[in-house]
């Protein structure tokens, strides 16, 4: 009866042992799921910014552009507050998905946003252009200018910026820039550069360079005109010291 009450007891013992084993097994096993899972977590949170990024478009590039520091393949996909840059002999062109397009040309840098309504970019240097149809508004932003489309009108038009200025060109449609204390409009055919003297509100320096000439020599002319006017007198005959003079139709000694 001992001997067998003590077998009993032993594999009792035994099997409380494995019993032990086994719960330590699950709970090792459950402690390295929830590390893979926090590990998971934080890898995902890190790049969520990424991941969660709005997709406004595509990209098709020339040459060597990066995109956030990173190079560009044709066909990638555009995100939200992506920053562009055109290497030397490079361009790319951004095809936004409110059906606007822009096109950097080489040495550019550009970072845009974009909605079905409207876009948004700012230009630090080189040289965009861009195609925005109608109801969509494109503002981009320069070092020391501002540039609105007017919404109503499809637009085309171009911006450049260098070390000193900004220069707008438009093609198509009405294109406003602010700069200073300045408000312009401009239309098709007409451009303007920060960096120009400025002409009186309500004018443009869009004078083709016949039309310069010919205010140049116009007012050339008129200066001329006034200044033998001017510089008219009535004739004196040299004699008249002790010889006669003619005046008013009389004469005289």
């Known amino acids: 009866m001992r001997e067998y009450f003590g077998g009993e007891t032993l594999r009792k013992r035994a099997n409380s042992s494995?019993?032990?084993?086994?719960?330590?097994?699950?709970?090792?096993?459950?402690?390295?799921?929830?590390?893979?899972?926090?590990?998971?977590?934080?890898?995902?949170?890190?790049?969520?910014?990424?991941?969660?990024?709005?997709?406004?478009?595509?990209?098709?590039?020339?040459?060597?552009?990066?995109?956030n520091g990173a190079p560009v393949i044709s066909g990638q996909t555009l995100f939200s507050g992506s920053r562009i840059r055109t290497s030397t002999e490079s361009e790319s062109i951004l095809d936004l998905g409110n059906l606007a397009r822009l096109k950097l040309d080489a040495e550019t840098s550009l970072t845009i946003e974009s909605s079905r309504l409207g876009l948004s970019a700012s230009l630090d240097n080189g040289v965009?252009?861009?195609?925005?149809?109608?109801?969509?508004?494109?503002?981009?932003?320069?070092?020391?200018?501002?540039?609105t489309t007017d919404v109503s009108h499809p637009a085309a038009f171009s911006v450049s910026v260098d070390s000193c200025s900004t220069t707008l060109s438009v093609q198509a449609g009405r294109v406003r820039i602010r700069y200073a204390n300045y408000l312009r409009s401009l239309r098709a055919g007409e451009s303007l550069s920060t960096g120009d003297?400025?002409?009186?509100?309500?004018?443009?320096?869009?004078?083709?360079?016949?039309?310069?000439?010919?205010?140049?020599?116009?007012?050339?002319?008129?200066?001329?005109?006034?200044?033998?006017?001017?510089?008219?007198?009535?004739?004196?005959?040299?004699?008249?010291?002790?010889?006669?003079?003619?005046a008013s139709g009389e004469s005289g000694c």
């Open 18 to 67: 494995r019993l032990l084993n086994w719960r330590r097994g699950r709970q090792a096993m459950a402690l390295l799921i929830a590390t893979a899972i926090l590990n998971l977590y934080g890898t995902l949170s890190s790049a969520a910014p990424e991941l969660n990024s709005k997709t406004i478009g595509s990209v098709t590039v020339q040459g060597a552009v990066q995109i």
């Open 128 to 147: 965009v252009r861009a195609l925005v149809p109608g109801g969509v508004q494109a503002d981009i932003t320069t070092a020391d200018a501002s540039i």
């Open 197 to 246: 003297p400025q002409l009186p509100n309500g004018t443009h320096n869009n004078l083709s360079k016949g039309k310069k000439i010919g205010l140049v020599m116009g007012i050339g002319g008129a200066i001329t005109i006034l200044l033998i006017a001017l510089t008219r007198e009535e004739r004196i005959d040299e004699g008249s010291f002790g010889g006669c003079v003619i």
